[in-house]
């Protein structure tokens, strides 16, 4: 009797990433209270394994005896499936907050990728917020209390579209947030992260 056919299962062919961490503090002169939008982006090539990739805080005040700090310590947890790192993961903040005549205003944007070594990081994003085209805009905004704001905060994420975006950062507003990174598999498909400085601002995979 002939032997039955053995299936070999397939070697995997895609690589795993895993960030956790938290939206700690944020730093906003000028505003007495904010919350943020989160929302993650990557390339097509990457699958979201497990948890999200939009999330909204609560809405924090200042911290008592200080002019500018809000703490937020809101978690987050996404896992990916990959198979090219080209579109490595940005994290996307959209802060937001009251004005004086209580209507909801966008106060900052801010992007960063997501660390590509393992183990654990601590980053400061800078903000900026959009600005009126002209003086007319600017009067309109003043009077009605509606501020320039980007119709979808992902384009945000792409550094050739945020080039052409008007935009300041009055007072210097930032988040921070820590997260610890596991990448698994890198290294067998021919990636070498570890020569790569935590602090340089030409991100490999971008």
Not at 39 to 48: A, M, T
Request: glycine share 6%; net charge negative; hydrophobic share 40%.
């Amino acid at each position: 009797m002939a032997a039955d056919k053995l299936e070999v299962p397939e070697a995997h062919t895609f690589l795993l990433y895993s960030a956790s961490g938290e939206i700690q503090t944020a730093s906003f002169p000028f505003i007495d209270n904010i919350y943020c939008k989160i929302n993650i982006v990557h390339g097509k090539d990457w699958l979201l394994s497990s948890g999200s990739e939009e999330d909204l805080t609560h809405v924090t005040k200042k911290t008592r005896g200080s002019h500018n700090h809000f703490v937020f310590n809101h978690p987050f947890d996404v896992t990916y499936k990959f198979t090219n790192p080209f579109g490595w993961p940005q994290l996307i903040l959209s802060v937001y907050g009251l004005d004086t005549l209580g209507n909801d205003v966008v106060r900052g944007y801010g992007t960063v990728h997501l660390p590509c070594i393992p183990g654990r990081h601590s980053l400061r994003v800078p903000l900026q917020a959009p600005e009126s085209s002209s003086v007319i805009q600017s009067l309109s905004a003043l009077i009605t209390g509606k501020r320039p704001e980007l119709v979808e905060a992902r384009v945000f994420a792409d550094e050739s579209t945020r080039q052409l975006l008007r935009m300041s950062s009055t007072g210097l507003p930032y988040v921070e947030l820590v997260m610890n990174v596991a990448v698994k598999d890198l290294d067998k498909f021919g990636f070498d992260v570890g020569t790569i400085h935590p602090a340089s601002d030409r991100f490999p995979f971008s």
